[in-house]
């Protein structure tokens, strides 16, 4: 017993300041900005004033530090907000994203996305007419465009419609560069911009509104994806 007693004043002693410096202060938690909140989701340094910019960086402009696909620490937001975010997930983490938007947002809640435009990249980055030299520089470009800069899925208006209504949306129409019927979406994008071609905007813009969740259509979704998809990625 005497070697525990002596045990314990050595700790005691260790946890004082005047022997063993005090430990650091735990970080204040983060207070949201007054009004509603509004989630900037992978928001890099492309800080929203008046939102919570989300990031999985620690970042300049960042307030909350998180994998989102992970799970987000709010409810009740009035809007989600994630610009060429959607991209840089594989599909299945995607779906997991926007589930997690879904619980997120209040009803009637809305999310706006804005993900590079498969349609275009495919119109743009490769002609089969092309001559063999320029076919040889477009199969860089287009290979650039699927993997580069971290990209692990590109998405058409077809398929993100169809997840986001696998995953509770409803209401999904198409918004141009800073705009949107919406107040709270207009202006936000802050992400350059490349030429849209062929009437075919470079990157999606959409919007959507929180529904009731939709649990068959989303397992008949991830059934699909598993089956055309998924599985052929597996070693």
Known sequence: MASLR???RRSEA???PETAGAAAPAPAP???????LRLN????????????????????????????????????AEAVFAEHFLE?????????????????????????????NLDWVWATHYKLEAPPETRRDAAVALNRAFHGWRHQFLWNREILEDV????????VRAASYGESELAVFRGIERHETYPDAGGLPHVLIV????????????????ERIEREYLVHLED
Do not use: M, Y
């Not at 599909?91 to 590079?116: K, Y």
């Open 88 to 116: 840089h997930l594989a599909f299945d983490a995607a779906v997991s994203f926007l589930l997690e938007s879904h619980r997120v947002l209040q009803d009637g809640g809305w999310i706006r996305l804005s993900t590079p």
């Open 41 to 76: 989701i992978g928001s890099g340094n492309a800080r929203l004033e008046g939102w919570v910019n989300v990031d999985i960086q620690h970042l300049p402009g960042v307030d909350v530090v998180a994998d989102v696909t992970e799970g987000l620490q709010f409810s009740g």
């Open 164 to 171: 986001l209504g696998a995953c509770g949306f409803t209401g």
């Open 30 to 36: 983060f207070v949201p900005p007054p009004g509603p």
């Open 14 to 16: 260790e946890a004082r």
């Open 207 to 222: 919007e959507a509104r929180k529904a009731e969740p939709r649990p068959g259509r989303l397992r008949e979704l991830r």
């Open 6 to 8: 002596k045990g314990r």
